[in-house]
């Protein structure tokens, strides 16, 4: 289960490399540490979207952050490709850190709702 302050500095590590474009080698773990947070946190978007009445906002916004999140997993893939030269990586990262901090409201599994 990750802590809220291991999840702000998995954000944070997704913003410096936006900042300073490490090779893509060094974004490598980072993008695979997103991709299995929001992995993690789907659930809980899914559960949060069941609990709400249907067609209201509240039901449509859940929607579209996993809708959105499941299309930069499916673009992004699951290992970082490490043939792209570094602005590329980052930007993945960014992309796919973007999609995180919309899904930290929700638990992942075992954790108590924020």
């Not at 490399?17 to 993008?31: I, N, S, Y």
């Not at 509240?58 to 673009?75: C, I, N, P, S, T």
């Not at 995180?100 to 599994?109: C, N, V």
């Amino acid at each position: 289960m990750t802590t809220t302050r291991q999840l702000d500095e998995l954000l944070a590590a997704a913003s410096e490399a936006g900042r300073t474009l490490p090779p893509p080698a060094e974004t490598a773990e980072v993008h695979r540490r997103l991709v299995a947070e929001i992995r993690l946190r789907l659930p809980g978007a899914e559960r949060a979207a069941a609990a709400a009445p249907v067609r209201s906002r509240e039901w449509y916004q859940h929607l579209k952050v996993m809708d959105d999140a499941r299309a930069a997993l499916a673009a992004k893939g699951e290992e970082p490709d490490l043939c792209v030269g570094p602005m590329a990586a980052a930007l993945r990262v960014g992309e796919l850190a973007r999609h995180l901090r919309e899904l930290a409201a929700y638990p992942a599994e075992g954790e108590v709702g924020v």
